[in-house]
């Protein structure tokens, strides 16, 4: 069976279903990873990241070699300088496991109930109608699998959650929370908000990341959560603050195979929405003049309607945030600049763990027991992680408004 993309999964056995390892991973990275991100990740903002064999995460990247030149010598003196380097940073990996059942009853009644009718099981792959749903089913899944990876790979192990698990101040369900707690506090995988915020404290980095965002006239409306400052100011605050390094990619950009990418701003809801306000203040019929024109990998160009400009510096909402305060319950305000490549994101699928399906990514079975109904179980898994390749490549400002005790 061929699904959209070009994906193929067999049915092994009647009504059970295996996707290999190969194709699972090409599903994941299609309907679960490029979905997110979209704006960030047609910017440069993630690096490329592979696996070791050690199951770490690893970026690599050249140095640019410094004060080459000297006075010439006479004769044959040789005095050489420091050349190309290799920079090798690695982070862990953890890994995360998905078992999922589907009951049918959502089927009864439609036209696709007789697929799940106990005593008269169709195997899944057996006709048009089952690809169908089987198909969607599993686009479904994987973008589920997205939104989790999502809230992973930017706020796993961050201290706020453990803090609000224990007052319990959390702003959804008990039954939400036991779940969004266990996934999230799992492992030994920080998410990149949670890396970015330990760097507050972590010298010699904190200058760039210890920076309150003020509150009040000259900031965040505690009243009504707006960002009612200045916010080109906010932003010239970031500049004036980032490190040497960052300040010459903000004025000349860094080179990406064939493109040369602006850093980009990011920043949370009430700070976007403080910018499009900027805008159509100063030029209401003109909005078109502020939109960042994305140069993508195949050397077009595209408009998004989420992407502003800057002095030069594409300008896009930080989304992760806005999830994780409706779970939490804080009101999170962030502004930051980030070089294009400074941040990675690592996912691997692997082997469902049960030998009898060596080589699977991907296990959907359809139960032939009478108790179960006609239910479809699923199984997945996959390793993650995330990193910072070099905090001096970023700066942020931020300011967590919440009621959680300090």
């Known amino acids: 069976m061929i699904l959209e993309g070009g994906f193929s999964i067999t049915s092994a056995n009647g009504p059970l279903i295996t996707m290999q390892t190969e ?11 490029k979905l997110l991100d979209e704006d960030a990740r047609d ?15 690893r970026f690599a990247s050249f140095t640019t070699p410094k004060h080459l030149l000297t006075a010439r010598g006479n004769g044959c003196t040789w005095d050489p300088k420091g050349g190309v380097r290799l920079n090798i940073s690695e982070f862990p990996t953890c890994a995360v496991e998905y078992d999922g059942e589907q009951c049918p009853d959502v089927f009864y009644g439609t036209c696709f109930e007789r697929l799940f009718t106990p005593g008269s099981l169709t195997p ?21 699998l997205g939104n989790s990876f999502y809230n992973l790979y930017n706020f796993a192990n961050h201290p706020i959650i453990e803090q609000v698990n224990t007052t319990g101040t959390y702003a959804v369900d008990t039954v939400e929370w036991a779940d969004y707690y266990g996934q999230q506090m799992s492992g030994d995988c920080g998410g ?4 970015l915020d330990a760097l507050k404290e972590n010298d010699p980095y904190n200058q760039y990341y210890n920076i309150t965002i003020p509150t009040g006239s000259t900031g965040i409306d505690l009243t009504t959560d ?8 906010l932003f010239r605050s970031l500049v004036k603050a980032a490190s040497p390094e960052l300040k010459i990619a903000i ?70 945030n806005d999830e994780f305060d409706a779970i939490v319950g804080v009101k999170s305000h962030r502004a930051a600049i980030v070089a294009p490549g400074s941040w990675g994101v690592l996912s691997n699928v692997e082997d469902v763990p049960n030998r009898l399906f060596s080589g699977q990514g991907l296990v959907v079975e359809q139960s032939t027991r009478l108790a179960d109904k006609g239910k479809v179980f699923m199984s997945t898994t996959f390793r993650w992680g995330a990193a910072i390749a070099d905090p001096k490549m970023c700066v942020m400002a931020s300011n967590i408004i919440r009621n959680v005790p300090a």
């Open 43 to 57: 910017l440069g903002l993630y690096a490329d990241v592979n696996l070791g064999r050690d199951l770490k995460g």
């Open 192 to 195: 990149l908000v949670t890396q």
């Open 124 to 144: 899944l792959t057996d006709s048009a109608e089952a690809q169908a749903v089987l198909g969607q089913m599993l686009e479904r899944i994987y973008l589920g």
């Open 23 to 33: 194709s699972a991973l090409r599903f994941f990275q299609n309907f679960a990873v």
């Open 226 to 233: 707006d960002y009612v400052g200045d916010i080109t100011e």
């Open 251 to 320: 004025k000349r950009g860094i080179a990406v195979g064939s493109r040369r990418l602006k850093p980009v701003i990011l920043v949370t809801t009430a700070e976007f929405n403080a910018y499009k306000k900027f805008i159509t203040d100063m030029a209401p019929n003109n909005e078109l003049a502020y939109r960042y024109m994305i140069e993508m990998m195949d050397g077009t160009t595209r408009l998004s309607k989420n992407v502003m400009e800057w002095e030069g510096l594409p300008v896009i909402p930080w989304e992760a």
